[in-house]
């Protein structure tokens, strides 16, 4: 029941929006002291309201949500040193200026290490931060942060990904002399962790995975084929662009609904109006509707950005557009081939129309149930 009494004051005083892909997205300053670990943790209010929600101790009270947030985020920011883990304190808060879900915190937090123990080597971070929380069955919450590593008196590196799949590794060398030299960029590396990022949102993302299976379940031809996912990767690349250069900047409790209903109205269209599954209708709609699905894509990760050089940008959000098309294709041409196969099979005994319409008909109403689901938790979480 506490549960459930404080999700209901998050929601009344301080709404977020549904997502059928639940990524938090935040920033993450590292610095490695001969004696301790400082870590800046950025988070916005939605990732302290939806851990918040799952705890049975909670209290309603804006102040008292960020205290615990802050305390949570020391449980699940793991620290070692030289393998040895080290114990965490929060240092201090600064709440947000609005209690807008979009709005972001920032946590200070310390990990000291053992009295008398020798300066660190190696510092590695381990993070699990919302992992053991469902936004539905098998649909877990994930928190991305963007983030920067520096030891004392040295340049560091940014814009590094890190989530729970990842660690964040800092090699000391105490004998070289401070720089103040600006952090470094590890292009390479960069582009490998947005590529990957990029891949598993997809393939991570119901809503995404369930859109495509939808467009991909009408169409008869390579062709159709090819047609289809051309219009939905041009939209979605145009919004993405727009949004890194800041140029469009919908609310997502406009961008999530708006998802959700794509899903629903391309499954019936496949059950309803078959015939308008090919030609212009269907590619105006994966069109149409893929612009919204490129500022999904965007989320809070250019937020969680914002301050890191021009380059760092660029180089992340082209990476991560690749990653999106690799994970778009890794559902795609399984589900062609699958369906080509079949007809192919049943054609030999001259019944290919029955395979078509079956599995546009069931497979269709199967994503579309899925889609209503989704939609009614996006308008519910206004």
Not at 6 to 15: G, I, V
Not at 83 to 104: C, F, K, M, N, Y
Not at 262 to 273: E, H, Y
Request: glycine letters at 8%; a neutral charge; hydrophobic letters at 50%.
């Amino acid at each position: 029941m506490r549960p459930f009494l404080f999700s209901l004051f998050a929601l009344l005083c301080l709404p977020f929006a549904a997502r059928a892909h639940p990524v938090a997205q935040g920033a993450m300053d590292v610095r490695v002291e001969p004696d301790h670990v400082e870590v800046t943790v950025r988070a916005s209010n939605e990732e302290a309201f939806v851990q918040a929600a799952f705890d049975t101790a909670a209290e309603p009270g804006l102040e008292v949500l960020w205290k615990r947030h802050g305390d949570y985020l020391r449980q699940h920011i793991h620290v070692t040193a030289d393998g040895a883990a080290l114990a965490g304190q929060v240092v201090r808060i600064h709440p947000s200026d609005t209690p807008a879900a979009t709005s972001h915190g920032e946590y200070f937090l310390r990990y000291d290490l053992p009295a008398g123990a020798a300066q660190p080597r190696v510092v590695e971070l381990h993070q699990d931060v919302l992992n053991e929380l469902e936004f539905a069955p098998g649909n877990r919450w994930e928190a991305t942060f963007v983030a920067r590593v520096a030891q004392a008196g040295r340049p560091g590196r940014e814009a590094l990904l890190f989530d729970s799949k990842t660690v964040l590794r800092e090699e000391c060398d105490w004998s070289a002399p401070a720089s103040s030299a600006p952090a470094e960029l590890d292009r390479g590396r960069v582009f490998r962790e947005y590529l990957r990022h990029g891949v598993f949102h997809i393939l991570t993302g119901y809503d995404h995975m369930l859109f495509m299976a939808a467009l991909v379940l009408a169409v008869t031809s390579l062709l159709d084929l090819v047609k289809v996912v051309t219009a939905f990767t041009v939209a979605h690349t145009i919004t993405l662009s727009l949004a890194v250069l800041r140029l469009v900047n919908l609310p997502s409790h406009i961008v999530e609904p708006m998802i959700a209903a794509s899903i629903v109205v391309v499954a019936l269209q496949n059950i309803f109006w078959p015939r308008q599954t090919h030609g212009w209708s269907r590619l105006a709609i994966a069109f149409g509707f893929g612009l919204f699905h490129g500022l999904g894509f965007a989320g809070g990760l250019l937020d969680a950005m914002s301050g890191l050089p021009g380059i760092a940008v660029a180089l992340a959000i082209t990476a991560f557009s690749i990653g999106v098309e690799l994970g778009h294709q890794a559902v795609v041409i399984p589900i062609y081939s699958g369906l080509a196969l079949a007809r192919r099979m049943r054609r030999e005994t001259g019944e290919a129309g029955p395979v078509r319409r079956f599995a546009m008909r069931y497979g269709s109403a199967a994503v579309c149930l899925a889609g209503c689901v989704y939609l009614v938790a996006a308008l519910g979480q206004r």
